[in-house]
């Protein structure tokens, strides 16, 4: 097996998303063969050289594992909690295999999640490159005005960058209405926060489809693997 960078050793192991990987890597959490390493350009090769993660070291995968979630609200898309919350992980009963979260969903949102330890495939979901759309319901405490719609459609200002083009429309017209909003990248609280440009707070929140795959068949905190030819149709949206 040829050397590879790190972060995308750490992704193919199961241990996180490559942009978590990276952190990792600066953070000194990493070392090679008993050496610390600090910088992102490393490469190494997985069975040949000794890679730890916090002193642990890490092995390929035995099964790769795809993982559909009906995350409910109160819980934290981690892997730990320093606050004792109750995270995602602690709704995976039988599952052996280390898994990590594709993405996260706040703590008061809910919806489909999905957690694999295939690296490469969660790296693709979150990549707004793949463009594959997230779709969600979101009440919130007034109507957007037809203006505004458009500047939300359009992308706003975010973190020091303007947020890609998104769909968006009214479901329910009411006091409090309901808007379906699909987006191609997964920006912390990005949902929450574009309304919040336009002085509206986001009341309920829930992702209901990721690409082509919904809810249909999952009850809130509970789980199914994806089917191969799910995930063979993921890897299609990849290309």
Do not use: C
């Not at 890490?58 to 109750?86: C, E, H, N, W």
């Not at 295939?118 to 463009?131: K, L, P, T, V, Y």
């Amino acid at each position: 097996m040829p050397e590879e960078r790190l972060q995308k050793i750490l992704a193919r192991a199961g241990i996180s998303s490559r942009r978590k990987a990276e952190e990792l890597i600066l953070e000194g959490r990493v070392t090679v063969n008993g050496q610390t390493v600090e910088t992102l350009g490393t490469k190494a090769e997985l069975g040949r050289d000794h890679i730890k993660v916090d002193g642990k070291l890490i092995r390929p995968p035995r099964q790769l594992v795809y993982l559909a979630l009906f995350k409910p609200k109160g819980y934290v898309t981690t892997m730990s909690d320093p606050q004792g919350r109750p995270t995602v992980m602690d709704l995976l009963h039988g599952i052996r295999e280390r898994v990590y979260p594709v993405g996260r969903l706040d703590y008061a949102t809910e919806g489909l999640l999905l957690l694999t330890n295939d690296g490469d495939f969660a790296n693709s979901i979150m990549s707004a490159s793949s463009r594959i759309k997230k779709t969600y319901l979101v009440k919130v405490n007034g109507l957007l005005s037809p203006e505004e719609e458009v500047r939300f459609r359009e992308g706003i200002p975010l973190g020091g960058r303007r947020t890609a083009p998104a769909e968006l429309r009214i479901v329910k017209r009411a006091v409090n209405p309901w808007y379906e909003v699909v987006l191609i990248e997964g920006r912390k609280n990005q949902v929450r926060v574009m309304f919040q440009h336009f002085g509206k707070l986001v009341e309920k929140l829930k992702r209901v489809r990721i690409g082509f795959l919904d809810l249909r068949g999952l009850e809130p905190r509970k789980f199914r693997h994806l089917t191969p030819k799910e995930v063979e149709r993921f890897r299609q949206l990849f290309r």
